[in-house]
């Protein structure tokens, strides 16, 4: 059992700190620790250039970023690809994950493990689980969004989370080592990830407090619905995992999330729902080339257009 744990806070922080408390604890399961601080990585961001979709869509090949060899990437996916789990410990910057989260998951769609079964590369997704940690300097209305960004990546690399946790208040590095709630949960965070590992992966469910509406993916994001490009429409629907559904008044007068019976056909966490996506993309990029020649001709008054530009 191999569990990788990935940090992109200060050196000696409250999310390393919470971050070595659970691996600590996955170690006194058995388990084969690695981690990693973003920090310390050269990881170029991701520049839209769509190069990897099309290696799989048109060549029915592996995706390969242009990057490839470039830079760090491929050695972390590489490590993550061979653990068993994951514990991402990021702290909350402005409503949301440090930026630098979002640079390195922004570079997972080669490795994203939907696009290849689609293509017929590979059967199957790895079997694995993940554990979330977050921290931030004040009350839970200045975190609201980091959570739900944490979780959204994980679908891509179709890890199953089976816990996550937020410490609030701790703004100054350190802060956490004396908070024995926060260590405790972290911890517990630490043994829920191991245990999940040894489990059949069926049995796996998420067993962390719960955190926001969404009795899918746990988090605490809803959205009013639009269409989807293939006409399904819901009510409400999870900003996060994009299950689909209504609200209604429980038994205390609260309101509670449920899942629509087909709430969960564009579901982004599980594979076919990641793969109606795929064909969502699809028929863009088709609509997008039947009008190239329209699309070249509109292209020259902005590439005509030339005001001073900086660093370049």
């Not at 973003?38 to 190069?51: W, Y």
Request: hydrophobic share 40%.
């Amino acid at each position: 059992m191999k569990i990788m744990g990935i940090n992109c806070g200060r050196p000696g922080g409250n999310t390393e700190i919470l971050l070595k408390e659970a691996l600590m604890a996955c170690e006194e399961q058995g388990a084969e620790v690695v981690w990693l601080n973003l920090h310390d990585a050269k990881i170029n961001p991701c520049t839209g250039c769509e190069a990897c979709m099309m290696q799989v869509e048109v060549k029915k090949q592996p995706p390969k970023c242009i990057f490839s060899g470039k830079d760090d990437m491929d050695a972390i996916m590489e490590e993550m690809a061979s653990s068993d789990g994951l514990i991402i410990s990021i702290p909350s910057f402005t409503v949301g994950p440090h930026g630098l989260w979002k640079v390195f998951t922004d570079r997972w769609l080669p490795y994203e493990w939907a696009l290849q079964i689609k293509a017929g590369i590979v059967d199957k997704a790895p079997e694995r689980v993940a554990g979330i940690i977050a921290t931030g300097g004040a009350t839970l209305n200045w975190q609201t969004m980091t959570l739900a960004g944490l979780s959204v990546p994980m679908f891509m690399q179709s890890f199953k989370v089976v816990d996550m946790m937020m410490g609030r208040r701790m703004a100054s590095p350190g802060h956490v080592s004396i908070v024995p709630k926060y260590l405790e949960q972290a911890r517990k965070l630490g043994q829920n990830v191991a245990e999940a590992c040894q489990m059949d992966y069926a049995d796996v469910k998420y067993v962390g407090e719960e955190q926001g509406w969404c009795p899918v993916c746990h988090n605490n994001l809803m959205i009013k619905s639009e269409p989807h490009w293939d006409g399904l429409t819901y009510k409400y629907e999870c900003a996060m995992c994009g299950a689909g559904g209504d609200f209604e008044l429980d038994e205390n007068g609260d309101l509670k999330f449920i899942v629509a019976p087909n709430g969960l056909e564009h579901c982004r966490l599980f594979n076919e729902g990641r793969a109606n996506h795929l064909e969502e993309l699809g028929q863009i990029h088709g609509e997008f080339f039947k009008h190239i020649g329209e699309v070249k001709e509109a292209m020259g008054k902005y590439k005509a257009y030339n005001p001073r530009r900086m660093f370049k």
